[in-house]
């Protein structure tokens, strides 16, 4: 009967549809500056951006051996799970990747970033950078070193973050002005942000089942080696991430 039916005994997936009331108008917000910045000679540029976390210990993943063998081996350190933490920008047209590698990723670490996005891209007049709602991307001492925001959905922190920048961030960042424009992804949406697919392909080449876990120095060189393939642009990675439309 439940061949007739059309049914099939199925594993189940994790599901999550945005709740965000402003989802169709946040995504038509990212296709109308896609197709400006197409437009703008390179006088403006679009980045996707997010944060990975990645741990010493290897992750576990399927991986192919001789048969008659035992499975294969994550082998892990007794050392604390050291943490290193990746902040990424993926470039909508070219597929370059600027990133900052740190033991934390703070207000001060993201300051750091976006001066050296901009060092990258000197003559651009605006920097659109398209990222998820944590609360740290608007932290007001972040904010006070990037140009006035236009975004009109509005950037929302928790209710008992300070409303205006401090006196420190002020005197170190005030005079920045950067022309980076934060642009906003519905909540819970992360299939909208292609970089996603980079902090995938990182962990597929890189971190699952790594032989690394007590030498944190040479995991860290081959985090940076993998995503230093990437800093001059690939219409490979375009491809991976679903951007490429050649």
Do not use: C
């Amino acid at each position: 009967m439940l061949e007739r039916l059309g049914l099939r005994w199925k594993g189940s997936r994790q599901h999550v549809h945005s709740p965000d009331p402003n989802y169709l108008a946040k995504q038509a917000e990212i296709a109308r500056l896609v197709a400006e910045v197409e437009r703008s000679d390179g006088q403006s540029q679009l980045f996707y951006l997010d944060e990975v976390t990645i741990y010493r210990q290897p992750t576990l993943a399927h991986a192919w051996e001789e048969k008659g063998q035992s499975q294969a081996k994550a082998e892990r350190s007794h050392q604390a799970d050291t943490l290193t933490r990746i902040v990424a920008a993926l470039n909508h047209q070219t597929g370059q990747v600027v990133y900052l590698r740190s033991t934390r990723i703070g207000v001060a670490q993201l300051v750091e970033f976006y001066q050296k996005l901009r060092k990258i891209y000197p003559q651009a007049k605006s920097l659109y950078v398209v990222q998820d709602n944590w609360p740290v991307h608007f932290h007001p001492d972040l904010l006070v070193a990037l140009e006035n925001q236009s975004t009109p959905f509005g950037l929302k922190v928790p209710p008992n973050w300070p409303t205006k920048p401090s006196g420190a961030a002020l005197k170190k960042w005030g005079a920045l002005h950067l022309p980076i424009q934060l642009v906003l992804l519905p909540t819970y949406a992360s299939w909208l942000n292609p970089i996603e697919k980079l902090g995938r392909y990182l962990k597929q080449e890189v971190v699952h089942l790594h032989p690394l876990a007590n030498d944190l120095a040479k995991l860290r060189a081959e985090l940076d080696r993998f995503l230093d393939r990437f800093v001059l642009g690939s219409n490979l990675l375009l491809r991976y991430v679903g951007l490429f439309t050649d």
